[in-house]
């Protein structure tokens, strides 16, 4: 069974101070990685996809990594608009981590 | 380009009833799955529709059904709700199921009374 665990559960962050999220898996064939931002009340938005280990990814002040058994998003110099909850999933059907919740004070 | 499009935006209803939930994908994909998010938590995985047929099921149970038209729009149906059921359902769409990512809806908040 796929299983996914995401850390820190929370992350309170000042705006332009740079960090990383986490996201451990297990998974039996990796079909994809996948990386989701969610604002409350609203459907999760497709950030990246990452296939193999080694493999990098960027958008704007995101930048997703990915080992055979880890994938990092690294907020470098965050904004308070980056304040959200990002979710990493992996395939079979997606099997979603719970979330890690990012709040960048101003 | 509509993205995924999903109605109703909020519902309640009591236990005991049944209620249907609607999905229109963006345009291009002919896949369709749905998740159930509770509050806190990451979205869990219902089932998923292509070519008109369900290709795959997550641990729900049989009240939890649905359905794909040829227009590759899609129903989820739950009957005999229950309290637990209350939740965040969500619609995702894709080129070709188990390949390429998904996009999501902006959901339907069920709340069960």
């Known amino acids: 069974e796929d299983q996914v665990t995401q850390s820190p559960e929370a992350l309170r962050l000042q705006e332009g101070e740079s960090s990383s999220l986490n996201c451990s898996y297990t998974?039996?064939?990796?079909?994809?990685l996948f990386w989701y931002r969610q604002d409350p009340g609203k459907g999760p938005e497709f950030l990246f996809t990452?296939?193999?280990a080694g493999e990098e990814k960027e958008k704007e002040r995101l930048k997703a990594t990915l080992t055979k058994k880890e994938s990092f998003l690294h907020i470098t110099a965050p904004k308070p608009e980056d304040s959200a909850t990002y979710l990493c999933?992996?395939?079979?059907?997606?099997?979603f981590g719970a979330g890690t919740t990012v709040t960048v004070r101003a | 380009d509509a993205g995924v499009t999903q109605s109703p935006t909020h519902l309640i209803k009591t236990r005991g009833q049944q209620v249907t939930l609607r999905c229109s994908p963006k345009?291009?994909?002919?896949?369709v799955s749905w998740y159930q998010q509770a509050l806190g938590q990451g979205p869990q995985f219902i089932f998923q529709?292509?070519?008109?047929?369900?290709?795959q099921r997550g641990n729900f149970p049989d009240r939890f059904s649905g359905h794909q038209f040829p227009n590759y729009s899609s129903e989820l149906n739950v009957n005999a709700l229950l309290l637990g059921d209350s939740a965040l359902y969500l619609c995702?769409?894709?080129?070709?199921?188990?390949?390429?990512?998904?996009?999501f809806g902006p959901g339907t908040r069920l709340t069960v009374l």
């Open positions: 529709y292509y070519e008109e047929e369900e290709r």
């Open positions: 345009s291009g994909h002919d896949t």
């Open positions: 998974v039996s064939g990796l079909r994809g």
């Open positions: 995702a769409s894709s080129w070709r199921a188990g390949v390429n990512e998904q996009f």
């Open positions: 999933a992996v395939r079979g059907e997606l099997s």
């Open positions: 990452l296939y193999s």
